[in-house]
């Protein structure tokens, strides 16, 4: 199929389609749930080796870095509060000392966590998992 070119003929583009499409309609046979019975073997065949495939290569996907976001706390506030603050100002936030924050993975809740300091360097927090959500 041709597709550089947006501007084709109506009838040039619509006998592509149907010449591209011809092989839905063949290999029917008198009796349908055959066909099914065949097709769902190929989609079945398919799928192990699309499953042997990405086993093969688990090491590239275990490489693939992600962002994880650590929720603190959320507040809700009318934008003239907004747009009149200035530094120094402090927004009350959800959450309370010491309560679990969310652990999340493409806005995605995965875990709640306790804020920590970190041992071996006191300018930097942590966050210690004390609870995996179900992926449900």
Request: glycine share 4%; aromatic share 2%.
């Amino acid at each position: 199929m041709h597709i550089d070119s947006p501007l084709q003929d109506h009838d040039q583009s619509e006998e592509c389609t149907l010449k591209n499409n011809s092989h839905i309609f063949q290999n029917t046979t008198e009796n349908p749930q055959n066909d099914l019975d065949d097709s769902s073997e190929k989609i079945s065949s398919n799928s192990n080796n699309i499953f042997e495939k990405s086993s093969d290569n688990i090491d590239l996907i275990m490489n693939i870095p992600v962002n994880i976001q650590i929720i603190l706390g959320s507040c809700c506030m009318q934008i003239s509060n907004l747009v009149n603050l200035s530094k120094g100002d402090v927004i009350t936030l959800d959450k309370r000392v010491g309560e679990a924050v969310d652990i999340t993975i493409n806005n995605q809740k995965i875990a709640k966590g306790e804020i920590t300091i970190m041992e071996d360097d006191d300018t930097h927090f942590g966050v210690r998992v004390i609870e995996l959500l179900n992926s449900k």
